[in-house]
């Protein structure tokens, strides 16, 4: 398969996933969006499930290299543009693909395929969370602490504040995590010249590839993404 037609693939997936949702999605939905029929969607896969781990895949690759573009900054403004993208509150318009997102989470449990790609998605996050949180230690911007423990501390309230927004539409726990978060745990990682930026000067950049689709809250589901992602 050609990178364009994978491309056009992995984009009519997410174009669907956050029209329709995952319980509601269909190969029918994604060849839709795509010049494919759906009998040529399974040419290059074999059934919805692993269409839906080469998404997972996809994403994995896309986040990479947009965690990459910021590794030359200092690690606390690292630090606060990871804060900020993983801890921030959803944006509406996203909302729908995040529930999707949470939907295909819940399957994993009973979905070997799923739980094999969310594990490695979340091992994946996780690893950069810790690089940056090793590499403040080491610049001498945050104090020595076990970088694992506290990565896994601020993955688990975010994600616990994000399905807690997602599934009973309590909005401000984002946001509430997020600064409880600023000022109670990463406040005692600082050394005492270190300053948390209170409004961050670089961000982790939307993956361009699911990036430009127009918003419409019309049936057909057309979509805008800033190319935000779920680990």
């Given amino acids: ?26 190969a029918q939905s994604i060849a839709d969006r795509t010049d494919k029929s759906k009998a040529a969607l399974f040419y290059h896969y074999e059934s919805k499930d692993e269409l839906i781990g080469a998404f ?11 965690i990459e573009r910021t590794s030359d900054q200092r690690p606390v403004d690292r630090l606060a543009a990871f804060v900020e993208w993983w801890c921030g ?31 490695a998605s979340d091992d994946q996050l996780r ?10 230690m080491d610049s001498g911007e945050f104090r020595p602490h076990d970088a694992e423990v506290v990565a896994d501390l601020l993955l688990a309230a975010a994600d616990g504040a994000r399905i807690r927004q997602l599934t009973i539409g309590r909005d401000s726990y984002s946001e509430t995590v997020r600064d409880g ?13 270190t300053a948390y930026p209170a409004d961050p000067s670089i961000s982790i950049p939307p993956d361009e590839r699911l990036d430009g689709v127009e918003t419409s809250d019309e049936a ?3 979509v805008r993404t800033d190319g935000e992602e779920t680990e």
Avoid: C, W
């Fill in 1 to 26: 398969m050609t990178d364009d037609a994978r491309d056009a693939i992995m984009l009519a997936t997410y174009e669907a996933l956050r029209a329709e949702g995952y319980s509601e999605l269909t």
């Fill in 127 to 136: 690893s950069a969370l810790v690089e940056i949180l090793e590499d403040g």
């Fill in 56 to 66: 997972i895949d996809y994403l994995v690759e896309g986040f990479e290299a947009r």
């Fill in 220 to 222: 057909e589901g057309s």
């Fill in 89 to 119: 509150p959803a944006a509406a318009e996203e909302t729908g693909y995040l529930s999707a997102m949470l939907e295909l989470r819940a399957q994993a449990p009973y979905n070997e395929t799923y739980r094999e790609k969310l594990r």
């Fill in 181 to 193: 978060l600023v000022a109670h745990l990463l406040a005692d990682l600082l050394e005492p010249e």
